[in-house]
């Protein structure tokens, strides 16, 4: 059922698990989502087989393809008179029978800054994923077919372990589809507002800490209580005290488990009211 005013962006590779729309399964290859306005509110049979000569809108060609024809790929139109000789990389994948609608906003010309903060995912090896270069997707930090009529297309990466990867949201990123904190150089009425891509400096690295050599014994060694950050939202102003032992179960933060050892918390005054990503 779509809305009238509302454009809809058509996969046409076939390969999308958001069917009958794109969620950027095409990139690496010569597809791109047909974007298409609804000019009453009414319900439209879309094409899923990928063969429809009146695309993106079902024409019945489905009826004269193969009953195992899901999940195979096909030259495009060839079940038409006229058939298409193109290359294996760049043949569509069918669906069987129209499928229902949702609705997509209308395409962008520029970057747009998510949000101003990285996205953690669980990523799992193997797993191909698909970053939103536009920032305009829905389904952030990964592409939903909103670039549709642009010049953007999603940046295609595969894990190679399963783990948490912190994706770029501000799209501005020189280490994209990654964070490499360039958000916090960006204004912070950011989010929602549109940029050229790569427009904001990279951050200079921060001179380091002289390093305190603190002589310890096999008892008192610290523990790593995870591997990974673990993000908070500090308050500007406010005193937090860092567990350094590690056996602290409020992690990142200190609860006392360190007493009898030489062990102390660090603490940390926040100096903005931000997200921070602290060691654990």
């Not at 008192?220 to 937090?240: F, H, M, Q, S």
């Amino acid at each position: 059922d779509v809305k009238a005013g509302e454009t809809y962006y058509w996969c046409t590779c076939g390969k999308s698990k958001n069917q009958p729309f794109c969620d950027g399964a095409h990139a690496g290859s010569k597809f791109t989502p047909i974007a298409w306005t609804a000019s009453a509110s009414e319900t439209k049979h879309f094409c899923a087989c990928k063969q429809a000569g009146t695309a993106p809108f079902c024409d019945g060609t489905h009826q004269k393809m193969p009953q195992d024809a899901v999940g195979k790929a096909y030259a495009p139109k060839s079940f038409a008179k006229q058939e298409v000789q193109i290359e294996e990389a760049d043949k569509v994948t069918p669906h069987h029978s129209p499928i229902a609608t949702r609705p997509f906003k209308p395409p962008i010309s520029q970057v747009v800054c998510a949000k101003k903060a990285p996205i953690p995912v669980d990523v799992k090896a193997g797993e191909t994923y698909y970053w939103c270069t536009c920032g305009k997707s829905k389904n952030q930090p990964f592409c939903d077919g909103s670039h549709a009529g642009t010049k953007f297309t999603p940046t295609a990466w595969t894990a190679p372990a399963s783990e948490t990867k912190y994706f770029c949201a501000c799209k501005q990123s020189a280490s994209a589809p990654f964070c490499d904190g360039t958000h916090k150089q960006m204004p912070e009425d950011a989010e929602g507002k549109a940029f050229a891509p790569l427009s904001f400096k990279k951050p200079e690295p921060k001179p380091e800490a002289p390093k305190q050599e603190v002589q310890i014994e096999n008892a008192d060694k610290v523990v790593c209580a995870k591997r990974a950050p673990i993000a908070v939202d500090v308050k500007a102003g406010e005193t937090y005290y860092w567990c350094t032992c590690g056996k602290s179960e409020k992690q990142p933060f200190c609860d006392g488990s360190h007493a009898g050892t030489k062990f102390t918390p660090a603490v940390w005054v926040a100096a903005t009211s931000e997200t921070k990503y602290f060691c654990a």
